[in-house]
């Protein structure tokens, strides 16, 4: 099983649409969960940072961390044009270790 | 805002040379990272860097690989002889505690090994 499993779409959504964004894990060691995002031959941006389970909100995003089915989710409301990029998911088990384990990325496309 | 910034953005070189990739981290950062997406796969670790010397290592990082903060600023990531399957988005990182607060990624340097 691999360790972080990400759907890499593509998602066409229209704009306007609430899209939701997920991810899967096995190793109950993350405590910290992150979503970036990539657009096209550029470098991953950081749009949310949660720690442990629970929700947190920042302006059209909103993440969601549910560690006892490990499971996490981000959820863009009124979606863009401009949100058209790669999303990421990535964690950290925050112990000895401080690398970050990142999902395949979902490709997301909205249509004006 | 304060960024990380690689050079050069795209670099070819031929299997078995030699290539630095460089970074300028944000200023106040302590932790230093690099990471590689080969085209169409994940990002993936490769190194970690603090006070000046590796904290952690993939096992993609072998002897081939080294890292050196040669000054106050710089950052870089030595290949020693390259070769194709190192063809690669290669990202530099920076944090300002271990890793808890999100990196801030570079643009990348895209290595193209012929």
């Known amino acids: 099983q691999k360790e972080v499993e990400q759907d890499p779409g593509p998602l066409s959504v229209p704009e306007g649409a609430i899209v939701s964004l997920n991810c899967t894990y096995s190793n109950s060691a993350f405590q910290y969960f992150m979503w970036y995002r990539q657009y096209s031959r550029k470098g991953p941006e950081l749009l949310m940072y949660?720690?442990?389970?629970g929700n947190k909100e920042d302006g059209r995003f909103t993440a969601q961390v549910d560690k006892s089915s490990k499971y996490i989710s981000l959820f863009i409301r009124d979606s863009q044009p401009s949100d058209s990029a790669t999303y990421l998911c990535a964690m950290q088990d925050g112990g000895a270790t401080n690398k970050l384990i990142f999902g395949t990325g979902t490709l997301l496309a909205v249509q004006p | 805002e304060p960024e990380v910034t690689q050079t050069p953005s795209h670099q070819v070189t031929q299997m078995g040379q030699e290539v630095i990739l460089r970074c300028v981290p944000i200023?106040?950062?302590?932790?230093f990272y690099w990471y590689r997406q080969i085209l169409g796969q994940k990002v993936e670790f490769l190194v970690s860097f603090y006070n000046n010397e590796i904290s952690e290592k993939s096992e993609i990082f072998d002897d081939q690989f080294s890292v050196e903060r040669p000054d106050g600023s710089n950052f870089t990531l030595k290949i020693r002889s390259t070769k194709l399957e190192d063809s690669a988005m290669y990202f530099c990182?920076?944090?300002?505690?271990?890793?808890?607060?999100?990196?801030?990624f570079g643009s990348g340097t895209r290595l193209t090994v012929v």
């Open positions: 949660t720690y442990s389970s």
């Open positions: 990182a920076s944090s300002v505690v271990r890793g808890m607060d999100g990196y801030t």
């Open positions: 200023s106040n950062h302590l932790y």
